[in-house]
């Protein structure tokens, strides 16, 4: 991948997956992200244990959700509430080109750090915040986790739950973390941008609520439109379009179609799933037909998928121009030439060498991608970064003896 960030700084005060997952993505395209930790135990993130997929069960020595956010970058651990640990913070934010934080406004304002503050120790610093539910109006001070912000408040989880269902949809993990750090590292770019063309440095905001809206905006648009909490659709294994739904096989597998227009490919469709009599069904054509008769349409492609392995149907529509899918397991996606051929998974070591995949940030640049570096360890590279910035070995044993570094 072209390291379009090559000379780029990034100094990060962060936690968990969201923020984080920014300064990943920043890191592999090229900047220098200085992870900044506590003295005490560092991101709480390094202690989360997700389904009990914990370091010691894996096949490689790395933490998977840790590696996933914090992959490429540097970790120093200060104490920024003692007086030398928040003089080194400093030095190390006049050096930088971003401020990457999800601190909450409280915290930043005791640790001497919100906006004009940092403004003063570096006017041309990009400030750059991740928040629950942005910088303004009464909750700016509450935090915020996906399954909450993103997921809850957005709406995300009343439109997918079956108004019929007992209880409503969950996620997997990171699952508005991800897409909502991928948007923050977006508007790094932007404002990268715009201090090159104008010289300002400008703040970037992004929350896990509005990225839960921006997902959910057909159908929160469709609520201020017609007044409605739930766009139209069919139930379960039902559509209103035969030809955008899934269809599972005879070994317990699902085709998804979406043929967007049933007229332009319902007749060559047939003919490959071997059902040339429904190319020519009057029930079933034009569209309007194949609408009106939707629940019969579904019923005899039900039967038909139903009769043959995935394997065979993949191979009978090979051909197909229509937009079709397998849907996947996720270590099927491993392994997905397409992922493969686009670069989609990047190569790390842990520390034996034993290579492992990680998931690439979706913008690519140059075509091409290199392998990334691990997650740092609590602190790692402190003492490289000391020397950096100027400091003496005697000046570090004294910081390190007084706790204000570890």
Known sequence: MTRIL?????????????????????ADWG????????????????????????????????????????????SVALDVKSEVGYDLLVKLLKTADVFLTNWLPGPLERANLNLEQVR????????????????????RDKGGFDAASYLARSGFSYA????????????????GDLPSGLTLAGGVLGALYNRERTGEATTVDVSLLA???????PDIVAAEFFD???????????????????????????????????????????????????????????????????????????????????DHWTEALKDEPGVWSVIASPQEVLFDPQATANSYLVGSADSHGKEYRLVAPPIQFGESAEPV????????????????????REEIAAAKESGAVL
């Open 211 to 217: 990225q839960g809206m921006w997902t959910m905006a």
């Open 6 to 26: 090559d000379g780029i700084r990034v100094v990060e005060l962060s936690s968990w997956t969201f923020v984080p997952a920014a300064g990943a993505a920043l």
């Open 373 to 392: 570096g691990r997650a740092p360890g609590h602190g790692q590279h402190t003492e490289e970064l000391l020397l950096e910035l100027g400091l003496g």
């Open 31 to 74: 900047a220098d992200v200085i992870k900044v930790e506590d003295t005490r135990g560092g991101d709480p993130g390094r202690y989360l244990v997700v389904s009990g997929l914990s370091k010691d069960k894996a096949k490689v020595d790395a933490d998977y959700m840790l590696e996933i956010g914090n992959r490429g970058k540097r």
């Open 160 to 175: 997918m739950t079956a108004a019929d269902s007992e209880f409503p949809m969950s996620q997997g993990p990171a699952f």
């Open 228 to 310: 409605i909490d739930r766009i139209p659709k069919a139930g379960p294994g039902k559509s209103m379009n035969p030809v955008v739904n899934a269809y599972k096989t005879k070994d317990n597998r699902w085709i998804q179609l979406v043929f967007l227009q049933p007229d332009k490919f319902w007749a060559g469709f047939c003919v490959r799933i071997g059902r040339i009599d429904l190319a020519v069904d009057e029930r079933f054509t034009p569209a309007q037909n194949l609408v009106a008769n939707g629940d019969e349409a579904i019923k005899l492609l039900q039967e038909t998928f139903a009769a043959e392995n995935v």
């Open 120 to 139: 003063a120790i570096n006017p041309n610093i990009i400030i750059a915040r991740g928040t629950g539910q942005g910088t303004r109006g009464p909750d």
